[in-house]
């Protein structure tokens, strides 16, 4: 089953010159954003489950183990083959990939026999991972294959579940922006600087657009980043020591079983990241063009980033965070940079009271929900090591199932444009003529340009719809190579893709 992306559209519509109905705009947000949700909803739920790394630790009955990994993403499979003990009998281990042991526990399996023997049905053993994302599985036929599902009865009832926890953290961004619009931009409306020259207004806008929409596009890379911080606490602990105290990043390794839990439970729900990162730039498009003029590098310069990281460690790990812009954390700041600072604060704090944490709960059936294929030999004796959590044990016989980060989501940028078309043009920079006026039965044409072209038809596909596979030849394109020899083209050549 092959996961359908949520495509996560942003309307960058650029700054007002004068002061905007601000309470209509932030209604509209959020009404679009439910209304663009809702439109990719179905098919979003009826294949997402998290398509991610997993690995399978294998070993044969004397313990010597070996490392057998096949990840086919599109499909969930992981498949490897060892001597099978003839036991029969395993433990799963279902955690997230890190440094620190963070178990998915809690969890709803069924484990139903790949293939059977002829006349007999198909095994399926059915049960629930214990709070340690663990469980003991006996009576499985050695060298069989069996397919583990996790929430296998997930329905209707969770993905309405989702959307009713999704249009609670919307209502409350709905009211961060209307707080932020009544008390704050409105008086930077009144005491704005005229922009005078009309030119300048443009290079603001023009500069608004492009570090906007390039931190909206590079936001996939953030996301994946949290996901790594968060597992890899000791190699970031300078950057997190930023936002939390020393105190807060002690407990966050000492709880890491339950408060990373949550926490990456909140990352790998992409969709309500977005929401958040929406409701950013909505708050910067209603702001004067001269207050947004001193804030724009930021944008630039992973002001995204810190704020997720700071609405995860906030709202999904109960942790208090301080926000500061990059750059000015050790001086005083003014102007449009301590009103981003600010606000940013404001909603991180806010973050603590949106509920994420039950949110992780609601999402967990959906974010965890997916099938792999394993092989009953491919046990391993396991070593669960977590020195900040006191955790150190040994489980022999243990099928151990990691989950990474792995895109849910494409991002688009969606821009008003107008639709005016232009004649293309050739290498030498020539409008091209129509192609009526360059075939002459495969007859070289001499253009007014000096060009010469030739025109060859090789083959026709027959039926209905047929297809001529036609070639044309222009002196202009003498040196350049498509994939069908030097100076040829195709009308498609531009969709072909060559693979050596």
Sequence with gaps: MISLPFNAVFMLNGLYARQPDGQANIAQFKQNILKDYKEYADGFFTAWALDVDQRLSVSDNRNNELTLIKGDKDARKISGYAACPASGQFKLLHAFESVNFIPIGNTPYQIRQAISSWGEKRQVISGVLDSDGMATVT??????????????????????????????????????????????????????????????????????????????????????????????????????????????????????????????????????????????????????????????????????????????????????????????????????????????????????????????????????????????????????????????????????????????????????????STTAKTPNDKPADTAQNTCTNNCPVSMVTGEELLTLTDGELDGLLPFPWTRLYRTSAAEIDSGLGYGWSHSLSHRLVQED
Aim: proline share 4%; with cysteine.
């Design 139 to 420: 009576g499985c036929t050695p060298n069989s294959l069996y397919e583990i599902t996790f929430y296998p009865d997930v329905s209707q009832r969770e993905v309405n579940a989702l959307h009713a926890s999704y249009e609670g953290v919307i209502a409350n961004l709905h009211d961060w922006l209307l707080n932020e619009w009544n008390t704050n931009i409105v008086r930077q409306w009144q005491t704005m600087a005229p922009v005078g020259d009309p030119r300048r207004l443009k290079q603001i806008n023009d500069a608004f657009m492009a570090g906007v929409g390039n931190a909206l596009k590079s936001i996939w890379d953030d996301i994946k980043m949290l996901f790594h911080v968060l597992t890899n606490l000791d190699d970031y602990a300078a950057m997190l020591l930023k936002f939390i105290s020393e105190a807060d990043f002690q407990k966050l390794k000492v709880q890491a079983k339950d408060l990373l839990r949550t926490a990456l439970l909140i990352v790998n729900d992409e969709p309500l990241l977005f929401f958040y990162a929406s409701a950013v730039v909505c708050w910067a498009q209603l702001l004067p063009p001269t207050t947004v003029a001193e804030m724009i590098a930021e944008f630039t310069s992973g002001l995204l980033f810190d704020i997720l990281l700071g609405i995860v460690l906030s709202g999904g790990a109960g942790l208090a965070v301080r926000y500061a812009v990059k750059g000015v954390r050790t001086v005083k700041t003014a102007g449009g940079v301590a009103i981003l600072e600010k606000a940013m604060q404001t909603l991180i704090d806010l973050s603590r009271g949106h509920a994420l944490k039950r949110h992780a709960d609601v999402v967990e059936p959906l974010a965890v929900k997916g099938s792999i294929t394993v092989n009953s030999s491919q046990k391993a004796t396991v070593q669960i090591q977590s020195a900040a959590q006191g955790i150190s044990r040994v489980e022999p016989d243990t099928l151990p199932i990691r989950r990474g980060k792995a895109q849910n989501t494409q991002v688009n940028e969606s821009r008003k444009t107008d639709d005016v």
